[in-house]
């Protein structure tokens, strides 16, 4: 059976590029965004205000350490995932699909907290222009992972049951050779 392709590529090797593609997107973002929302005046958040306006304000404070944080787990997944598809492996697919979703999430919350501190207008719309071209291609490459797993899962799926129809037909197969036996013998005896 051929593989199916898209864009010219297989499931398997779109995984693999999806991969590469957010090790290399991750860290030209960590690069590009610690000059940006790298803050160190976190000295002046009030601890009697309550609300969202606090949260607001600690997100903020804290969003490069945040950042740095999401993204070295990111990091890690992606490697997970380079990982699960050389042994074919479902876990970390599915991490990776489920990680990803909440990794773009959190990185668009702290793109629109923190879109206010640059005072430049062409900085911020730079940083959302390569926030949103990341999310697309994430959403493009994860079409690839996604089918890749879903082919991986129905192959298992299907090799245990025909593990299992060829212990039934081998136990079969020896039960025929062992009466084959007996019969053979006790024609043997008779004569």
């Known amino acids: 059976?051929?593989?199916?392709?898209?864009?010219?590529?297989?499931?398997?090797?779109?995984?693999?590029?999806s991969g590469a593609f957010t090790i290399i997107a991750t860290s030209m973002y960590l690069i590009f965004e610690e000059k940006h929302i790298q803050?160190?005046?976190?000295?002046?958040?009030?601890?009697?205000?309550?609300?969202?306006?606090?949260?607001?304000?600690y997100i903020m404070c804290w969003s490069f350490k945040i950042v740095v944080f999401i993204s070295s787990i990111t990091l890690v997944i992606s490697f997970l995932l380079l990982y699960s598809v050389y042994a074919q492996r479902l876990r970390g697919m599915v991490i990776y699909i489920i990680w990803?979703?909440?990794y773009e999430a959190m990185n668009i919350v702290i793109q629109v907290l923190t879109n206010t501190n640059s005072s430049i207008e062409m900085v911020r719309m730079m940083r959302?222009?390569?926030?949103?071209?990341?999310?697309?291609?994430?959403c493009y490459w994860m079409f690839f992972v996604i089918t890749y797993t879903y082919i991986l899962y129905k192959s298992k799926s299907q090799g245990n049951i025909l593990s299992y129809n060829r212990r039934i037909s081998m136990g079969?197969?020896?039960?025929?050779r062992r009466k084959s036996k007996i019969i053979n013998f006790s024609h043997h005896s008779t004569q």
Do not use: P, Y
């Not at 059976?1 to 590029?17: D, I, N, P, Q």
């Not at 079969?172 to 025929?176: A, G």
């Open 1 to 17: 059976m051929k593989e199916k392709r898209w864009c010219g590529m297989s499931a398997k090797m779109g995984t693999v590029l």
């Open 39 to 57: 803050s160190g005046n976190c000295t002046e958040i009030k601890s009697q205000d309550q609300g969202i306006e606090t949260i607001r304000e």
């Open 100 to 102: 990803i979703i909440f």
């Open 128 to 138: 959302w222009f390569g926030l949103m071209s990341r999310v697309v291609m994430h």
């Open 172 to 176: 079969s197969e020896e039960f025929l």
